[in-house]
Every structure is written in C-alpha cells, then in structure tokens.
C-alpha cells in the first residue's frame, strides 16, 4: 500500500523549540519534508513527514519526546488554477472527509500534498482509480 507515515510531537510554544526538533533531526541526517505546526496558548503540536521516519521517531524517543505516528497518502496535485480539486473532487464523490492537507516542501516542480483522511484504503483506491499520483515512502523520497 503506498502510504506515508506523519510524525506528531507536542511542543511548549517557546522560541527556540521547533528549532531544536531541526537541530536534532538535521544533526541525524534526517530531513523533514513536510510539515504543520498548530499551537494555542502554552502547547503547540508539530506534524510532519520525514525522509527516515522509523530513524526520526527513534532520534525523537531517544531525547524524551513523546512521538505518535500515522498513516498518511502522499500525492500529486496539478498546478493550476482549480488544480486541487482533482484530488479533492474525487474523494468528495466517494463520500470521503480530508481532516486536514498540507504541502511538501521543495520537490522541484511537483506540487505534492499530504493528506490526513479516513478510511485510507478507500481514498488511496479512489485517488488512483481518478489518476492521481499516489507516494509511497520509497517514492517520494527518490526526487
């Protein structure tokens, strides 16, 4: 199944803590390839997909963070105006809720997205069915 793993952590919403998160990571040889962050008064959660994530979850663990992980679809958008909505049209008609979508970052000329939805299998199933192109780990990670 060509799935992606998301990485959730939980921040104090301080200066200087997502650059520590980079810092550790970066330090590693991981690198982060999409990411969103959300804080509200003293918390903050930092979502994002890695390069390595099974190694970026260990790094995390080992300096006290307390990871959680979860399936994600990466795909590819076409970049023009109403672009978005031939991935979004589709999973609509399939009755399919997107909780929450945001994009990689510097993958030359492709616009890929990250997509929280439920069920996956079924969004997966419904993307490819409508040729959208769908990332796997290893896929995405090539570029």
């Known amino acids: 199944m060509k799935i992606v793993k998301q990485i959730s952590l939980s921040l104090e919403n301080k200066p200087g803590k ?10 590693n040889g991981v690198n982060i390839t999409a990411f969103y962050v959300v804080a509200k008064a003293a918390q903050g959660v930092l979502n ?5 994530s099974e190694k970026a979850i260990n790094i995390l663990e080992s300096n006290g ?6 399936d994600v679809i990466a795909c590819e958008a076409p970049n023009h105006p109403g672009g978005l909505n ?26 890929i997205l990250i997509l929280g939805l439920d069920p996956i299998e079924k969004a997966l199933k419904v993307l490819e069915e409508n040729w959208i192109r769908v990332f796997g780990n290893n896929d995405l990670f090539s570029y």
């Open 48 to 52: 994002f997909v890695a390069n390595d």
């Open 65 to 70: 963070y307390i990871i959680e992980s979860q």
């Open 18 to 27: 997502l650059a520590e998160v980079s810092d550790i990571l970066g330090a």
């Open 86 to 111: 031939a991935v979004l049209k589709p999973l609509r008609d399939a009755n399919i809720n997107v909780d929450y979508l945001y994009p990689c970052i510097g993958m030359g000329e492709l616009t």
